[in-house]
């Protein structure tokens, strides 16, 4: 049986050297950290909004189906006025919670504003709970990179 020493020394002789520089700080971006808003830390603060099944389930149907579009709709909107940083649902959640908003703004005053235009909200079908939260800037960006990651709608076949 032949020693597999030799064999690793030689890839290990010819592999680069990526750890003999040591770790490569990043360099600070004062054009970026100003247009997120980011404190000396690279954080700011933010609204956590956990969206809870409400008193009103909608039934199934058209008037549901617009009700989410509009839902939908609103998020987009809120992340396109640089308002909305994250949002997204939760899994099946046996107390009920459905999702999460997090809002790039300074008090839950504001959250609270910001979520009223939301469909689900305005027809009961969801409940908002409000947390202040402090967190990195860096959320602010998940939107424009969100984007990037959605696939261009397919076109259905021809029939």
């Known amino acids: 049986m032949k020693s597999p020493t ?17 770790p490569v700080a990043p360099a600070y971006d004062e054009a970026l950290a100003r247009r997120v808003g980011a404190d000396e830390y690279g954080m700011r603060p933010y609204v956590l909004v956990i969206l809870k099944t409400g008193p009103k389930r909608m039934p ?58 939301d469909p689900v909200i305005a027809n009961g079908e969801m409940v908002a709970e409000y947390h202040r939260w402090y967190g990195s800037a860096a959320n602010m960006l998940l939107p424009e990179l969100h984007k990037q990651l959605v696939k261009p709608a397919v076109a259905p076949p021809a029939p």
């Open 60 to 117: 199934d149907g058209e008037a549901r189906n617009a009700m989410f579009a509009g839902h939908f709709a609103n998020m987009e909107r809120l992340a396109g006025e640089g308002k909305l940083a994250l949002a997204g649902p939760f899994m099946k959640d046996p107390d009920g919670w459905r999702g999460l908003f997090v809002f790039a703004v300074e008090d839950i005053e504001q959250a609270r504003a910001l979520t009223a235009t």
């Open 6 to 22: 030799v064999p690793l020394l030689l890839a290990l002789l010819a592999a680069p050297p990526v750890f003999a520089a040591g």
